[in-house]
């Protein structure tokens, strides 16, 4: 079983491009069957990480491959 917490540690790496694309900021979860229905990326800071943040990435799970001991590689195509 993994926590949550340790799903913020891991980065995000896109196969489709090999661009690394941040770390998780928040997971959302069916409350009805405990399952986890996407991952969210939060965007950068947009001055040196202050003055709001750029557009959150929205993960479908089905879109994650492979979750592994650093990284998490999800196949997103810039169309998403």
Same mark, same amino acid.
């Given at each position: 079983?993994? &926590?949550? =917490?340790? *799903? %913020?540690?891991?980065?995000? !790496? @896109?196969?489709? @491009?090999?661009?690394?694309?941040? @770390? #998780? ?9 405990? %399952? #986890?229905? =996407?991952?969210? $990326?939060?965007?950068?800071? /947009?001055?040196?990480?202050? *003055?709001? &943040?750029?557009?959150?990435?929205? $993960?479908?799970? %089905? @879109? $994650? !491959? /492979? !979750?592994?001991?650093? !990284? $998490?590689?999800? &196949?997103?195509?810039? =169309?998403?």
């Amino acid at each position: 079983m993994v &926590r949550i =917490s340790e *799903f %913020q540690t891991k980065d995000v !790496v @896109n196969v489709a @491009n090999g661009k690394k694309l941040g @770390n #998780i900021g928040d997971i959302d979860i069916d409350l009805e069957t405990g %399952q #986890i229905q =996407s991952l969210i $990326i939060l965007g950068a800071g /947009k001055v040196l990480g202050l *003055f709001g &943040r750029e557009e959150e990435t929205v $993960i479908p799970w %089905q @879109n $994650i !491959v /492979k !979750v592994g001991a650093d !990284v $998490i590689l999800v &196949r997103l195509h810039e =169309s998403e």
